[in-house]
């Protein structure tokens, strides 16, 4: 077994610490992505089950707004 000088040693754990590092990154960017992707393809589905969806969460904010303005 070859024995490494403290320098040296310190040199592998790091080179090995960056590459850890760099598909940590590269994990987390691929979840993200993926996360992106279902959430638009959620988005779509609800947009094409149900195309009033929008149109009636914006009636019921405004509906919710008034009788807010109005008790107060």
């Known amino acids: 077994m070859k024995k490494y000088s ?3 040693h ?3 754990w790091y080179k090995k610490q960056k590459q850890n590092i760099k598909s940590a990154k590269a994990k ?4 993200q992505n993926m996360f992106l ?3 638009r393809i ?3 589905l609800e947009r094409r089950l149900n195309p ?3 149109a009636y969460n914006v009636s ?3 509906k919710n707004f008034s009788e807010c ?3 107060s």
Do not use: A, P
């Open 6 to 8: 403290t320098k040296r």
């Open 10 to 12: 310190c040199e592998i």
């Open 28 to 31: 987390v960017l691929k979840d």
């Open 37 to 39: 992707v279902v959430q």
């Open 42 to 44: 959620l988005g779509r």
């Open 52 to 54: 009033s969806f929008q």
């Open 60 to 62: 019921l904010e405004k």
């Open 69 to 71: 303005n109005g008790k």
